[in-house]
C-alpha cells in the first residue's frame, strides 16, 4: 500500500487548509488511519486518527477543536481538516494506516511521504 498525502501549502494564521492522503496498491478500509507532524528540529507527533468505519476519532491536545480528520472508505482516502492555523502549526505533515497502536507511531504500518503546511503569523 502507498499513501499519498497532497493539500499542503502556505497559509496566514487563522487561514485553514485541507490535507487529503489517498491510498493505493491496496486498500486501507479495514485500518485506521491516522496523521502526524513534525516540525524543523523536533521530533514527529500524533496529530488525529480515526478508525476504519470513521465511528471513532481521537486528537491531540493542541490541535482538538481545530482539526477534523475524516475518511470516504469508498475511495480510500482520509481528509484532515485544519481551520484557525497557527503558526505553531507549522510542519510537514504525513498520513499512516495501522492495525495497532491507534496514536502511537509503532502502530502504524504503512506512511505517507508527507505535505508541507507553512502558517505565517
Known amino acids: 500500500v502507498q499513501l499519498q498525502a497532497s493539500g499542503g501549502g502556505l497559509v496566514q494564521a487563522g487561514g485553514s487548509l485541507r490535507l487529503s492522503c489517498a491510498a493505493s496498491g491496496g486498500t486501507v478500509s479495514r485500518h485506521f488511519m491516522g496523521w502526524f507532524r513534525q516540525a524543523p528540529g523536533k521530533e514527529r507527533e500524533f496529530v488525529a486518527v480515526i478508525s476504519w468505519s470513521g465511528g471513532s476519532t481521537f486528537y491531540a491536545n493542541s490541535v482538538k477543536g481545530r482539526f477534523t480528520i475524516s475518511r470516504d472508505n469508498a475511495k480510500d482516502t482520509v481528509y484532515l481538516q485544519m481551520n484557525s492555523l497557527k503558526p505553531e502549526d507549522t510542519a510537514v505533515y504525513h498520513c499512516?494506516?495501522?492495525?495497532?497502536?491507534?496514536?502511537?507511531?509503532?502502530?502504524?504500518?504503512?506512511w505517507g511521504q508527507g505535505t508541507q503546511v507553512t502558517v505565517s503569523s
Open positions: 499512516a494506516a495501522g492495525t495497532a497502536g491507534w496514536s502511537r507511531e509503532s502502530g502504524y504500518d504503512y
